[in-house]
Structures are given as structure tokens and as C-alpha cells.
């Protein structure tokens, strides 16, 4: 009973940790098998029944994991100290934990870990060292676990990592680095990581990504999250096959090059906001035939053409200067993000090229209010709009909503309907007919 009662209110409490263990309840059976000391307890060894296969420490006041703390516990699979004011590990402190397969040491006041501190453990599959104060690494640290599959050294003070340091870790599919100090990488630290599917390294302070990880070298890799860092260029020939997700917001890319992302033809998210971009090759993405969700928001992009993506479902281009957007065989498109751009107007000939429009932001923008807008007013009634256009002009609609203008309003008889408005969103294809006459035809496309 008292297990019970413990483990619903610990893992209350560990979501806001946001630990790894919060998934403790009775429930999920976790707490079988597993003993939970709380802030009471500040000393180690402590007595474990011989059942007991999990050992959590949350918040215990343990400063120092000694050496032969887990001496006469080897059954042990789970050790986890969160939230503990442990400043000191001893060499040899987990020595013995031969069926050891999680580790987590989090939340906790660690700075620097002894180089064999995780010697023998040959089982270890998690090792969960986050949010700590860890400010280096020794290259012999992680030595011999070749079982290992997670690493997650995030939200540390980490400066730099030794050549050499991952070399052992045959079965690392996960490595997270991310919020640390690092500044550059060993252009081979990852080159033993054959496993790797996700690597992430947001929120540091990198120039560039190594080349191993770029160049195609970790063939298994799916996921670079490199945001948050101060990347200028990438290495040239980046190619990879199996590549799905690509995070390179907030860096200081201000160019993209015509083949920057050729290489990556499985890529299904791309993610660029925040990062000052000026210009896009028009053919930039024309390779990546696969990519559903594309992320340029928060840059600089003055005109924009994007075509023939055939699976783009997703396309984000909120915050930009965007005058003009040309849109092109997009049949797959269902979320179209357009506000806080300097657009005027939407053609009707660009929505026959999104017919599967579902969602669309189109607030501050100057939208010039006459017949060319008849368009949108007629077919947004039947997408999701998440925002509230309001007219920049003419100067007697000013500021009036989008919306909910009638054709009375937006057309004033004797006005001619086809006139050009200048800047716009166009479809490569055709002219802009008169939207009144179209009116019918509109009316059989569906929008879903
Ligand atoms: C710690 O507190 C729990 C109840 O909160 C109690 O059952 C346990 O005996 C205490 N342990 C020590 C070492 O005082
Ligand atoms: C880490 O140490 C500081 C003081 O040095 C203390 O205030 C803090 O509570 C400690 N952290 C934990 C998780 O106990
Ligand atoms: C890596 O760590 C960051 C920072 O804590 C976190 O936001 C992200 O979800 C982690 N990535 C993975 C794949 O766990
Ligand atoms: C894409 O941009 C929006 C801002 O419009 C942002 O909120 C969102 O988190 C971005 N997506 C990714 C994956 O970064
Ligand atoms: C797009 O921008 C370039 C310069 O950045 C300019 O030369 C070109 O005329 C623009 N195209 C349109 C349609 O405005
Ligand atoms: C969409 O992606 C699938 C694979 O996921 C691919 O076979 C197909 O050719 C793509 N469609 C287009 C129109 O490019």
C-alpha cells in the first residue's frame, strides 16, 4: 500500500522534473520490483530486499556516491539519483552493478565524474547524465559499454569532448549534447557511431556541423537537431540517404545554396526559422520529393517559389518580408502559414495549385482589399483560418477585417477586376481571371 501511494505521488512530482522515471505507477507495474528513497535518506549502502531490481533516490540528500555503494546489491538493473545535491562520485561507485542496464543521474550538483566510473558496465543500455553541472569529460569514460544505446549528457556545462571519446559505442543509436558549451566537435568523434539514428546537439555554440555527420559517413542516422547554435555554413556535399529530420533553426545560415539539401532525398522535415535568410535558390528543394513539413519562418525571405513538392503538407512562412510567393504544384498541401509578411494579395490561379488547403494564417500583412481578394474571402469560409486579416487599403476599408468583406465592398461597380494589384501571391501557371466569373467553378473544388 504505502508503494502504491508513493509511486502516484513520485511520479506527480516527476513530471516537472522531467525525468525519465516519471512513468513510474503501479499501474504500468514499474514499481514492481522497486525501491524508492526520498529525502529522508542520506546515506548509502542502503538494505534492498533481494527482489528488488530498481533503486530510485529522489531528492535523498546523498552527497557523495562512495565506492562499494552497490557492493552487496548486484542484482540492481535500475539505479536512479534525481534530484540529489551529489557533488562527488568515487571511483568504483557503481562497481559490481554487472546486470546494470539503466543509469540516471540528473538534477543533481555532479561536475566532474571519475574516468572509471562506468567501468564494467558491459550491460548498460541507458545512460541518463542530464541536467547536471558537468563541465569535461575524460575520453576513457564511456569505455567498454558496448551495449550502450542511449546516451543523454543534455543540459550540462560541457566544453569540449576528447577525440575519441565515443569510439567504443558500437550500439549508440541516441546521443543528445544539447544545451552544453560546446564550441566545435573533433571532426571524428562520432566516426565509431555506426548505430546512430539521432543526434542532437541544439543550444551550443557550434560554427559548423563535423563532416562525418554531414558527409553521410553514419549511414543509420534519421535526426540532426542542430538548433540554437551559431552554424554559418555547412560542410560542402552533405548526403545521406536515410536523413528524415533536419533542425537547423536560430543558427546564422543566411545563404542556402542551390544543392545544399540534394543529398538528402529521404528528408521529411526541414526546419530553417530564425535565421536570417535573405534569399532561396527557387530550386533549393526540388530534389526532396519526400519532404511534408517545411519550416522558413522568422527570416528575411523577400520572394519565395516554392514548387512540384509533392508531399509538402506543411509550409511555414510567417514572419519573412514576403511581397511576392509563387506557388506551384502543391497538390499534398494542407497547412499554409503566411502572416506577418508584407503580402497584398492571392491570386486565384495559386489556389488551384494547393487544391487540398486546409489551414492558413494570414494576419499582418497589407492586404490591398479589392476584387483580386474576392478569391480568398469566397474559399477561406471553408479552411481553418488561425488568425484575422485586416485590410491595409484602400484607405476607406482600412483596417476592416478580410474576412467578412462582401463582393459589394471589394468590387465597387466600374472597377476593373483583372487590374494588377503589384505585389502578390501568383501560380506560375496562367493569368488571374476575374474572380466573378469564376464563382462557379470555385464552388465545385473541395477543400478539405
Ligand atoms: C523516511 O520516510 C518514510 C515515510 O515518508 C518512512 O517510512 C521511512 O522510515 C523514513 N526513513 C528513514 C530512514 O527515516
Ligand atoms: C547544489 O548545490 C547548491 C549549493 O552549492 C544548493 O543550493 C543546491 O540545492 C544543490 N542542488 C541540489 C539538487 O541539491
Ligand atoms: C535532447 O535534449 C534537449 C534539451 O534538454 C531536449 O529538448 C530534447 O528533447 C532531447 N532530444 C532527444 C531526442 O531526447
Ligand atoms: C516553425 O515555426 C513556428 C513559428 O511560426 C514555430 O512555432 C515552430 O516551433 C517551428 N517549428 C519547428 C520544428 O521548429
Ligand atoms: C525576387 O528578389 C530578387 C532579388 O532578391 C529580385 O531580383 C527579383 O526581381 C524578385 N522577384 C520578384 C518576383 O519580386
Ligand atoms: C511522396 O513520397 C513517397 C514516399 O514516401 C514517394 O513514393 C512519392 O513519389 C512522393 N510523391 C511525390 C509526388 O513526389
Redesign the pocket.
Known sequence: MFWEVFCAVLSASLVHLQSSAQSCTMSQGLCVGTEVFSSNQTILPVQLSAETTKVLFF?SQIHTISKGAFMNTMQLERVEFI?????NIEDGAFQSLSRLKVLEIS???VTLLPPDAFKDLSKLEVLVLKQN?ITSITKELFDGLRNLRELQLQHNSIGSIPEGTFNGLESLQMLNLSRNKLTSLQASLLSGLRRLQIFSVSGNQLQTLPEEIWGGELTNLEEINAQGNKIRVLPPDGHNLKLEKLFLDSNHLSKVEEDMFAGFPSLKTLSLQSNGLSHLNPRVFNKLTQLRDLNLSHNRLANVSVSGLGNLTSLNLENNRIRSLEVTNLPSLHTLRLADNVLTTISGAAWDQMPNLGALSLGGNAWHCDCSLMPVVTRVLRFTVTDRPTCDSPQRLKDEDVLTQTEEMLCPAGRDPTQSTGDSIAATTGTVPCPLARTSQEKLLTFT
Not at 534530484?83 to 557533488?87: I, K, L, Q, S
Request: proline content about 10%; charged content about 10%.
Open positions: 531528492t534530484g540529489t545535491p551529489t557533488a538534477s543533481t550538483n553541472k
